[in-house]
């Protein structure tokens, strides 16, 4: 079975206000979940966004977990993504070959 990555990106922290815009998330906190047979592993992370141009500006109010997320992801890289996603399933990986001797 394959196992099913989660990414949770709903926590912020933000500026009241930076250049003339109310809001403007500076830090996105996130929580990245592997579930392959019953068994899960998750990792919690925060990233720093670039708040040096407000160009492409959305109001916090019209942003989705969605649009967090890509942030998160792109503001990591493939690479780290790809990293994290290996790091939880080694750790899926070991839990499922270890067992208990009476």
Not at 2 to 11: D, G, K, M, P
Not at 62 to 72: P, R, Y
Not at 83 to 101: M, R
Request: hydrophobic share 35%; with cysteine; proline share 2%.
């Amino acid at each position: 079975m394959a196992i099913l990555y989660t990414w949770n990106c709903s926590e912020v922290e933000a500026y009241p206000e930076l250049d003339g815009h109310n809001n403007v998330i500076h830090t996105v906190y996130y929580m990245i979940q592997g579930v392959e047979d019953g068994k899960h592993h998750e990792i919690l992370g925060q990233v720093q966004l670039d708040t040096s141009s407000l160009d492409n500006f959305v109001e916090i109010e019209d942003l989705t977990s969605n649009d967090l997320t890509d942030f998160v992801r792109d503001t990591l890289g493939l690479d780290m993504v790809d990293g994290l996603e290996a790091e939880i399933a080694k750790e899926l990986h070991k839990e499922s070959n270890s067992f208990v001797i009476p």
